[in-house]
């Protein structure tokens, strides 16, 4: 499968399972969701953080990877 845009994202932890769901949405599906699950709480926190603050962000359903598209080195938040 191609990189595949993701539309939506939903996540949760489960706190008695000690275990993450993120479910992204993304282009191919047509309206379904695919479920990922994360057991290590650092690995959920960062594909959060990257479906969260990146823009667009890209998945692919074979390898299971979320990724940024390509950014300018360098590139600076703008902070006021």
């Given at each position: ?21 993120v479910s992204v949405l993304y282009d191919a599906k047509g ?50």
């Amino acid at each position: 499968m191609v990189l595949q845009k993701v539309k939506k994202y939903a996540a949760r932890w489960d706190i008695n399972g000690h275990r993450g769901l993120v479910s992204v949405l993304y282009d191919a599906k047509g309206g379904d969701w695919e479920h990922i699950i994360i057991k290590d709480p650092m690995e959920f926190f960062v594909v959060v953080d990257m479906l969260r603050n990146e823009k667009p962000v890209m998945y692919d359903d074979q390898k299971i990877h979320v990724m940024t598209s390509d950014e300018p080195v360098g590139e600076e938040e703008d902070l006021f």
